[in-house]
């Protein structure tokens, strides 16, 4: 070990005293030794994993059955199975969209790898809000990732969650409209 710290100081001496000479040699200024091997190889391993984090996905939900063009839907994400359908202020994120043409496409950005489910509602007077009959069924369009069956209640998270992880996913919702429904 002294022997290679007198090479060093030895080779500093000679770069220094020679001033037209600008190498460096790097074996010089960091000696490797087997000790520094998991230190480095952890670094690289958590650089590599804050790369990754950095990443982010996007989910492209496209709507279909939509019974006219006019007024708006609003796709409410959610990511937590507590807060699914309680209340779109609740929701990860919202957009509401005027119609244009039908089957439409919306995209929500930046989302973080995980289980992610979307509840989609046929605005027709613009509130954001689902319009209830007098026994709670929606009076507008409505729809949910991956298309469960819905019979007298909303389904749960786990039947309408779809898996993000990846640069770009797509995903189709089927609106429907119960007998009564405004269109």
């Known amino acids: ?6 090479q060093i100081q030895c080779r ?12 460096v040699n790097p074996v010089a200024r960091l000696p490797m030794s087997p ?11 958590l650089l590599v994993r804050s790369a990754q984090a950095g990443v ?3 989910l492209k939900v496209t ?3 939509l019974r006219s063009t006019r007024d708006q839907v609003c796709l409410s994400l959610y990511d937590k199975p507590e807060t699914f359908l309680m209340q779109p202020k609740l929701s990860l994120r919202t ?3 005027k119609i244009i ?11 973080a790898p995980g289980n992610y489910a979307i509840a989609a509602l046929h605005d027709t007077n ?17 729809g949910f990732s991956r298309n469960p069956v819905v019979t007298m209640k909303a389904p749960k998270f786990d039947q309408a969650a779809v898996k993000v992880d990846g640069a770009n996913t797509t995903l189709a919702i089927q609106m429907k409209y119960l007998p009564g429904a405004k269109s």
């Not at 613009?126 to 409505?142: A, D, I, L």
Request: charged fraction near 25%; hydrophobic fraction near 40%.
């Open 126 to 142: 613009g509130t954001g809000k689902v319009e209830r009959n007098f026994m709670g069924m929606p009076m507008e369009g409505f």
């Open 101 to 111: 043409k039908t089957p439409m496409q919306v995209t929500f950005k930046n989302l």
């Open 56 to 58: 982010r996905d996007s």
């Open 12 to 23: 500093t001496e000679v770069i220094i005293n020679r001033p037209s000479v600008l190498r």
């Open 1 to 6: 070990m002294l022997m290679r710290l007198r």
């Open 95 to 97: 957009q509401c969209v």
């Open 35 to 45: 000790r520094w091997f998991p230190t480095l190889l952890i670094l690289t391993m």
């Open 63 to 65: 709507v279909d059955g």
